[in-house]
């Protein structure tokens, strides 16, 4: 997120901004009545929304929006601090020392919302512009609904369990996802958990639904730890396949160079790397299934509870289950009309076709009239088979209304290739036409 790249946004969005008249007006400080720099204040306020969103942060540092973003030739708008200032006092920016600890204990959170309390009667307009970075509280909400959904994708449960180095990378860095998940924690849609297996394993848990997270359990904890293990596992691979691309590499090289002794140890090296590869694959593998597993049974859970829940309010409500029965068929009919109605409701297909696919049916068309196979288009009992067949095909083309214009229907029947007697019949079909 280069300054360049920020200015040849603003001019995108403000087509005026390097007019002089209306830049001086701009970058002067906001003096008057609340009503006077109202307008210049939510132009500010806006832009710097807009440039945070379209460069896909939520994280600003104050000196770099005022001496980098904004920055005229040297000149400054002097009205930034107070813009931040309000920003700040109307909750739609926030410090990250006032945000919730979300690594700590109960105790300790709440020890740090007295202490931003506390904090935030001292804040100033000039001091804002000494903050190392301020969240845009819109913008966080918005990652976070991004984290969940992209989690969602992935996960068919309710809630999820993460590492924090998988978590902080979703959000795009340590201090990002510090924010989110202080932000999840505040609304309870996420909660930290570590444990000790040789060494400290950080995780996240969080619920993927409207509800709140629900407490860490034992299952959480081993959860925690095999994707732990299935995340080292898959570096392990990675590491082991730059090492076997570089030996095949290096042995191409040497074959090249005339060395084969050192080709054939770069060979060994590749064998080598091949079968680590294997064992590292096989415990990958295992750790998946047995995750699968959890999952699996995690939903049959789930599914097990909604049926006893749902077998309780039956008994409840002294519900029988014929009625249930009935309302079932009756949501399924409603389910089956609403399709239907969807269907006539959709745009009629289009009637582009190819080509060949035009070619290939007027052959099977030839083919059927070859073979004198048009009688079931519309048979007439008391007819022979030759006059059966020109009467079925001379009622087919009027009932595809080939006949509203008497030329016209003439001179198809006769590049029809039908026999001279069918130009001259009888029909009151063919008369009425």
Known sequence: MDSKSVKEFIRKEVPDWDDELIATARFKAFSGQKSDWE?????????IVKIARHFGV???????????????????????DHVLFIMYNEGEITRISDMV????????????????????????????????????????KEKADEVIKCLSESHWNSHCVVTRNKFESMCGGQKEGYAVLSYLSGCRKGQYLSTNKKELIEGIKVSLSSAVVSGVSSLDFDTLHLIWIQEKLQQQLDVIDRRWEMSRQSALASLKSGNKKLALRHAKEMKLGTENREKCNSLLNRVEEVLSVIANAEST??????????????KENKISIEEVQLCLEELDESIDSQK?????????????MEDEDIEEEFRKLELEIGSGNLKDLNPEAGVSDSEGTDQSLADALLNLKLADDAPGSGSAIQNSGLPAKNKESNSPMLEAA
Do not use: H
Not at 42 to 47: G, I
Not at 58 to 80: A, D, H, Y
């Open 39 to 47: 307008p210049k204040f939510q132009f500010w306020k806006n832009l």
């Open 301 to 314: 859970k789930q599914v097990t509870g909604a049926i006893q829940i749902g077998a309780r309010v039956i």
């Open 101 to 140: 600890g979300p690594y700590s204990g109960r105790i300790t959170q709440l020890f740090y919302k007295v202490k931003s309390l506390m904090n935030r009667s001292t804040m100033s307009p000039e001091s804002i512009l000494l903050e190392d970075c301020l969240i845009l509280t819109t913008l966080l």
């Open 58 to 80: 939520f994280i600003i540092s104050p000196p770099q929006v005022k001496n980098e973003w904004f920055n005229r030739g040297g000149l400054t708008p002097l009205c930034i």
């Open 340 to 352: 239907q109605v969807e269907k006539a409701l959709e745009p009629a297909p289009s009637l582009d």
